[in-house]
């Protein structure tokens, strides 16, 4: 029985590791995917946002009285 259950447990890992390996590879070509459509999206670059306005300068510090 010992030695049964040795072997299944060895080949469901085997099987658990194959299908981590296969979701890892679907997983990556979805990302692939996403980025290739992403890329093709954003390829006309956007207009620049209008820069705001610049901050009022700030006035100089008063002259320390040493």
Known sequence: MSIRWSKHIHLS????????????????????????IIIIITTPPPPPPPLPPPPPPTPPPPPSSS
Do not use: A
């Open 13 to 36: 890992i085997i099987i658990i590791i194959i299908i981590i390996i296969i979701i890892i590879i679907i997983i990556m070509i979805i990302s692939i995917i996403i980025i290739i």
